[in-house]
Structure formats: C-alpha cells, structure tokens
C-alpha cells in the first residue's frame, strides 16, 4: 500500500491547481451567467497536454496515467464545473474509445489531433429513447458498397457544437437471437447530413457545451467502424466505467470548491459576536463535509489505480461515482446553509456548484443505474 | 551559451503556515520554487531559445528540493543539480550558501548565472551577489529586461519606482524581478519528460568542503508570525470632529506623527 503521488502526478496536481486558479476561476461566473463554452481556455489546456494526460506520447498524448488524468479533473472542477465536465468528456468519451478500441489508422487520423488538444471530441450514445438503455438504439447505419449510411438523432451530447469528431453509436444488424447489433463509428462532424444544434437551457454545467445531432443519410467509409462491429455493446460498457472515474474525479472537485467557499465564509462571518465557525452546528456540517470529500477521494484513487494497473475497475468505478457525486451535491447544499441567504446569490458561487453537482447524479450513469451496476458485480 | 539558474524551495507564504518553539513546521506547509526564482527560470529558458546552449538549474537544499528541481526541468530546463547539505549541515545562512556555490561554479565556465530578486521565506536578498562577488564576477539585482547580443548583456532594472539602464559584458550574475516576465505552466510532456532530464545530486564532501569552512556567520534567534490584523475602525459622527479624532489617534494611539 501506498497512499503517495508520485513526482509527476503531484507536479501535474499543482500545475492544473495552479492554471484552474488563475487562467479558469476569474471566469467561472461569467461561463455560468452566460452559459459560454470557454473555446479560449480549451486551446490552453490543449496547449499544456491537458486533453491528452492517458495517451501515450507517441499518439499526441503526454504518457500520463488514468491518476493524473482524474486529479487534473478534480482541479479543474474545483473551480468551473462547466469547464470540468467537458474537459472529462472529451478525453474519456470523445477520445479514449478510439484510443481503446481503434485501429493504428484511426489513430493516426483521429485520436492524434484529439490528444493534442488541437481539436475536441464527442461520444454519441444517448438518444431520446435511449441512453443506459443502448438496446433502445434506433439511429442505424446500413452498408452500401464501401459506407455506412447513418441515419438517427442523438441528444444530449457533450461538446458536439465544437467537436471535429462524433463517435456514433447505431444499430448496423441482428445477431441470430434477433437482437439489434450496436456498433460505433467515427464521423467526422464536417461530413454532409451532419446537423448539430445546442438550444438546451440547462440548469447547471451552463458552460460546457450540450447538442442535438441529427444525422441524414450520413455517408462515412466502413473504415470508420471504431473496434469489434459485434462488441460495441461492451465497449461502452469500458467506455462508460471509464468515464465514470472522471465524473467522480469531477464531483469531488466540486465538493472540495464547496467546502472551501464555506469553511473560509464560515471563518470570517460573525454572528452573535463570534464567527459561525465557532458554532458546533457549523462545524458538524463542514466534518461531514470534509470526511465524505476525503472518503470519496480515496474510491476514486482507487479506481483509477485499478484502471492503470489492468485490474477490473468496473463496480469501484461505479462506487466512486456514484458516492463521490452524491457528495458534490451534499456538500454544495450545505456549503449554501452555511451561507444562509448569501449562498442563494450568484455571486457566492455555491448555488452554481449545487446546480452543477446535479448534472453529475445523472451523466453518464444516473446514480440509479450506478446501483444497478454494483448489484449487478455483487450477483444480483 | 552556458546559463546556470539558482533556485530555492520555499514555503508558500500563501498558505497557512505554523510556528512553533521558534521554528517553522515543514508538517502542512506547501513547498514551491520561490517566485522570483521562477522568473530567472523562464528567463534563462527564453535566453537558451535565442542563443542555443542549455540551461541547469542549481539548488543548496535537502532531499525533497528535487520536486521543484523536477518543475524546473519540466518548464524546459536542460539539467538540474541539487547539492544535499541535509546530513552535513545543521544550520546554514547566506554565507554557508554562497560558499557551497563558489565551490560548485569554481571549476565551471558560466556565461550567465540568473537567480531570483530575494527568495520569500527569508527574503535576504544576499546569495547572487555574494557568489558573484566570490567568482569575481560582474552582478546587476532586480532586473526587468535583459537583452544578450554578442557578449554584452542589456538590462533594465528597477530602481524605487524608476527604470535604470545598465550594460555589461559577460560573464554576469543577475537577479531577477517581478516584471521581467510571465513564468510559463509546465506543460504535461514537460512534466513527463522531466523524469528523464538529468539531476545530479552532490554532497558538500564532492565539492571538497569542510563544514567549518562554510559554518553560519549569523545566528536565528527568534521567527515568529507577525501579529495577527486588527478589525478597522470606523469613525462617525461630523467630518470636522473625525478628522480631529483621527490626528488625535495618529498622534497618541498609533504614535505615527
């Protein structure tokens, strides 16, 4: 057991501290008020290899671990978890996949500009009708000599307004008991029938972006099929465990911001001739808080370790997301009691990291499909 | 060209920091390069970039100083060198420092040598100009501009509030000021690559030194916190009677007049 970072990855915790402190947080209220996805500052993460911490460096990527990936998401989230939700979902949904599953072409072609943070992806699975449920899938991709042709509407995707590249997945055919065979394949967002809209007015994550795509007799090379045509069920079942570490990774930075908003106006407000720091009802809220960030910290360490040394991470990763958001939410509803009727204003920025944390017991998993899935690991 | 960079670890001054029996609790403290040195760290990079040559980064300081040596390497520096005095060496002060340094630059042919304005922690501002002073070399303190064309070095420096233009040749020592530029992040690949840069690592015995000979000239007495700030006071009442009562308190209370 060892509970110490290495060099790098504390080199990497403060280099993101320290950028997410002076480049991020001065905009965080402004990429909420305004709803903005801060193009700007993604081209300065990309810049620093941000977008590319899992990949190798031979891909574009900087050759760090899942670890470094997740503290960075945590820092960055601690400030702007609109930056931060997109930040994760462009590594681990946008590109991961075709670092997993992708051929050294597909690689070559889309992955490289994506790990060096030269442009952003996006992963395309939720539909109306589907999203945990990927056997609900209705966009289909039917071949015609050498391309598939796509046709079907995608919501809810993470980046796509800004993306070059979507990973779609869609139904390509039946396997023998007659079950719909989903696939995933890589389209570039500039090809014809390709139609992205982003009209959403969201409650929280106001700043990350979120579109529509609807896809019209898309035509892209069989080429593009991203891994095992008969697999891809499976494969964003890998996708999404990974993801997940992110997602938590993000709702324990926003618990952390929270934590730090209340414990220093704790510190300084002063009620009854004493600050409320002083008072065991305060300081209760801000140990649990403290204790729950720590815990949920630790599970997706842990998660992420299991990931980088190729163990099964899938119910950790589930743990971990689903304990970790529900702490971001805990915490930032307590960080605004503590504020009492400052908390509810904008401009104490705690009731955007409630709003925020929301988004994360939902993405990517609800935390009910997170039960689901440790029930599942425990034989259920 | 050969450029050298002095750096110092220091406590962030940012961050909470405990006192106690009259000394300062390395428990909790966060540790960074000291500011001012990592403008002579962008500095020295930005001057490798133009001339060619590489730049290596020196520090006097204990096992853990190869993290910000590492940051060094990670921002773009060529090579680093940490000089371990924490077996050897009780005590040190700005004598004990710029010693060890003469000793490591003796047999070394530096064109440039950048260090930081005054390191935060102690803030004594002494080691450049006692090792350029040792080497016998030329030194110019709180630059904000430094231009290098053929073997001359053209510099501006601050001067309470003024600018001061200064020209040298070279070999020079300068140290660095806030102004001069805006140190970069390290970038990830940086960070990476930095685990393969050289560090050589040197105990005062490799420099053949003795501790008498680089013994403390000063003693610490005391360090404590300054006191902690008192709430503001706001005066009422009619302006004439508060500006009486403010030169009143000035005079008797803050005895400032």
Redesign the interface.
């Known amino acids: 057991m060892n509970f110490e970072l290495t060099k790098e990855q504390s080199m990497i915790k403060k280099m993101v501290k320290d950028f997410a402190d002076e480049v991020i947080q001065p905009r965080a209220i402004e990429i909420d008020e305004t709803a903005t996805f801060p193009a700007d500052i993604f081209d300065k993460m990309g810049e620093l290899g941000l977008l590319g911490i899992p990949f190798p460096e031979e891909l574009g990527g900087s050759g760090g671990d899942t670890l470094s990936y997740a503290l960075a998401v945590e820092e960055i989230g601690r400030v702007c978890g609109s930056t931060g939700l997109s930040y994760a979902a462009a590594v681990s949904l946008g590109a991961s996949p075709i670092y997993y599953f992708g051929t050294e072409e597909q690689k070559e072609l889309f992955l490289k500009p994506l790990a060096s943070g030269k442009s952003l992806g996006s992963f395309g699975l939720t539909e109306p009708n589907a999203g945990s449920d990927a056997g609900g899938t209705k966009t289909t991709a039917i071949i015609d000599g050498d391309d598939f042709v796509i046709n079907g509407e995608k919501c809810f995707i993470t980046n796509a307004s800004f993306a070059k590249t979507l990973i779609v997945t869609a139904v390509t055919g039946r396997n023998e008991k007659g079950r719909n065979i989903i696939s995933a394949i890589i389209v570039p967002t500039d090809t014809k029938g390709v139609s992205i809209s982003s009209e959403y007015k969201k409650m929280g994550v106001r700043g990350s972006d979120t579109a529509e795509i609807v896809l019209t007799d898309v035509r892209v090379p069989r080429a593009n099929l991203l891994g095992d045509p008969n697999k891809g069920f499976n494969q964003f079942l890998y996708t999404l465990d990974g993801g997940r570490i992110s997602i938590a990774a993000l709702g324990v930075g926003i618990a952390q911001g929270a934590l730090n908003k209340a414990l220093s106006y704790a510190k300084e407000r002063k009620q009854f001739g004493k600050t409320i720091s002083s008072f065991q009802a305060i300081q209760f809220k801000l140990a649990d808080m403290a204790m729950e960030i720590e815990l949920a910290r630790n599970m997706v360490h842990k998660a992420a370790w299991l990931k980088d040394k190729d163990k099964p991470f899938s119910k950790e990763a589930a743990y971990a997301k689903l304990y970790a958001t529900e702490t971001a939410f805990r915490a930032a509803n307590q960080a605004i009691q503590i504020h009492g009727g400052y908390g509810y204003m904008r401009e104490y920025e705690v009731e955007r990291y409630l709003r925020d944390a929301k988004l994360l017991e939902i993405g990517e998993g609800t935390s009910e499909v997170q039960r689901l899935v440790i029930a599942r690991q425990l034989g259920c | 060209m050969d450029i050298y960079v002095l750096l110092k670890r220091t406590f962030d001054t940012e961050e909470k920091i405990n006192v106690s029996s009259g000394k300062i609790e390395d428990d909790g403290a966060e540790f960074i390069i000291n500011p001012y040195d990592e403008y002579a760290v962008e500095e020295a990079i930005n001057q490798r970039d133009v001339h060619g040559g590489e730049v290596t980064v020196v520090t006097v300081g204990e096992e853990e100083s190869?993290?910000q040596l590492?940051?060094a390497l990670?921002m773009g520096a060529d090579k680093a060198v940490l000089i371990n005095t924490e077996e050897d060496l009780d005590e040190g002060d700005q004598y004990t420092t710029s010693r060890i340094l003469e000793a490591y630059f003796k047999d070394k042919e530096a064109d440039l040598i950048l260090a930081g304005n005054v390191a935060i922690d102690e803030a004594s501002g002494q080691v450049g100009p006692r090792l350029a002073e040792l080497l016998g070399i030329s030194f110019i303190t709180t630059i904000t501009s430094l231009k290098i064309e053929d073997n001359n070095a053209f510099i501006e420096k601050d001067i309470e509030g003024d600018v001061e233009v200064v020209e040298s040749s070279l070999p020079l020592l300068v140290t660095c000021q806030q102004g001069l530029n805006e140190p970069r992040?390290?970038?990830?690949?940086?960070?990476?690559k930095?685990?393969k840069k050289p560090l050589e690592e040197l105990e005062i015995d490799d420099l053949d030194l003795d501790e008498d000979d680089i013994e403390a000239k000063t003693k610490t007495v005391e360090i404590f916190l300054p006191p902690e700030k008192e709430a503001g006071r706001v005066l009422e009442g009619d302006i004439g009677d508060q500006v009486e009562e403010l030169v009143s308190l000035l005079k008797n209370n803050a005895k400032v007049l």
Do not use: D, N, V
């Open positions: 190869e993290k590492r940051t990670a992040y390290p970038s990830l690949p940086g960070i990476m930095a685990k």
